[in-house]
């Protein structure tokens, strides 16, 4: 097994045969020095919730780009965020944010998915085509996330572009040259922009995301404004791409399963099972890294301190010694083991709740609209050159 595996066309467009040869080759494999790679659920699950493995994200910046790039603005910047960072500072941080978070009740975010939903719908009038992806899809989260930290809408596009430079920055296969200056200038961008916005909610607090961080306290400790900026970027990122390409990949199975096409569309109270199986069947994350920080033995794999693993969650997903029949999409599968698609352990998906909402609230309001919504060409998908988020590039649609 080599990193150039996970980098071919053939794996972007279904990475699942080369997770299922994965699977049978073994528990874990090793993939380059001090570096292993696997697909099986028992052990991934196990390994995310072991507080001997961590993450170890300038480590793996030196590897890829040498121990001077651990400077650069965008690697400082991920490097701040709550993502990165292990206990105690990763439990201080995220008590704060879950606290910032749940502090916003589930009617508020509701109506405030809903009008953005509403909107980007009517955006597409009565055209006889458009692109789910881009038109939809790609602007929701960015909107919803900027009516979350009000934000003016208009940045949005502004922003969310920044965003995906920057999130370039996570993928396995080292940025070239240009790419590496763009998520840099991404990350200086919103970095700079957060702490303009911080300066005005300082003077004049509202109730929004940032002055909620802001003003959050958890016995006595509070958020730096250092923290508040990078926490606010990480929002951007962690729930733009994630999000779109999920509503994008639901969308595709979907296409894919006509059966279950119509099944929801008859009966749309099946959509929360239905998301769920989605996001088992094809999710928008695909592979999670962590560090082993200590000798560790785990079940029948041993890890030496500085072991790397790259985690197919994309292929835990569809473990058959889990999921019986796994690459079928079946939304009566008993729910009784969850997938991996949100993560698990300590650094479980922050905004798992806010995701399963925009992906419920996105697909029965683009059902309800259009219940006649076709591909164009579901042959001809062009899915993005990346291992760990997996999505489409386009997804043309015909609502006639
Ligand atoms: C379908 C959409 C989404 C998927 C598939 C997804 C998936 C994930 C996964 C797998 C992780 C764990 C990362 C790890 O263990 O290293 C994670 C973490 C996280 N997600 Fe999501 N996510 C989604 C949407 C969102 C949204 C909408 C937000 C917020 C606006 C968000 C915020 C976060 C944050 C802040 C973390 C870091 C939590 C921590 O490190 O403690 N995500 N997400």
């Known amino acids: 097994m080599q990193f150039s595996d996970f980098s071919s066309p053939a794996f972007f467009a279904n990475p699942y045969p080369l997770y299922e040869k994965i699977r049978a080759a073994g528990p874990i494999l090793p993939v380059g020095p001090q570096s292993f790679v696997t697909g099986r659920f028992e052990i991934i699950d196990a390994l995310l919730r072991d507080p001997r ?3 170890t994200y300038l480590q793996s910046v030196v590897a890829r780009y040498g121990a001077q790039a651990t400077a650069q603005p965008v690697f400082q910047s991920l490097n701040r965020t709550l993502l990165m960072m292990n206990p105690p500072a990763h439990t201080r941080l995220r008590a704060l944010l879950m606290k910032t978070f749940n502090a916003r009740g589930i009617g508020k975010l509701t109506s405030i998915v809903e009008a953005t939903t509403h909107e980007l719908l009517e955006c597409q009038g009565s055209r006889a085509e458009f692109d789910l992806v881009n038109d939809y899809a790609l602007p929701l989260p960015v909107q919803i996330i900027c009516r979350l930290l009000d934000v003016p809408v208009e940045h949005a596009t ?9 999130v ?9 040259e240009h790419g590496l200056r763009a998520a840099d200038e991404a990350a200086l961008t919103l970095e700079r922009y957060f702490h303009g916005v911080i300066g005005q909610r300082r003077a004049q607090p509202g109730d929004d995301l940032i002055s909620a961080m802001l003003g959050v306290e958890d016995e006595g400790a509070r958020l730096t404004d250092e923290e508040v900026v990078s926490n606010a970027v990480l929002l951007f990122i962690a729930g733009h791409e994630t999000t779109s390409n999920m509503i994008g990949n639901m969308s595709i199975a979907l296409f894919r399963h006509p059966q279950q096409m119509e099944a929801l569309k008859l009966d749309p109270a099946l959509l929360p099972r239905a998301i769920g199986e989605c996001m088992r069947y094809d999710g928008a ?3 999670l890294v962590r560090t082993a920080l200590e000798d560790i033995a785990p079940g029948n794999i041993s890890l030496a301190r500085g072991s790397v693993v790259f985690m197919l969650i994309g292929s835990a997903n569809r473990d058959p010694s889990v999921f019986p029949a796994p690459d079928t999409l079946d939304f009566a599968r008993s729910a009784s083991t969850p997938s991996l698609a949100f993560g698990a352990g300590i650094h479980y998906c922050l905004g798992a709740r806010l995701a399963a909402l925009e992906l419920e609230v996105a697909m029965r309001s683009l059902l309800a609209r259009f219940p006649g919504i076709r591909p164009v060409d579901l042959d001809g998908l062009v899915w993005h050159r990346r291992n760990n988020l997996r999505g489409v590039e386009s997804l043309r649609v015909t609502c006639l």
């Open 158 to 166: 502004a922003l969310g572009g920044a965003a995906s430079r920057l």
């Open 53 to 55: 493995m961590g993450k």
């Open 168 to 176: 370039a920055a996570f993928d396995l296969a080292p940025l070239d």
């Open 285 to 287: 994350v695909q592979m």
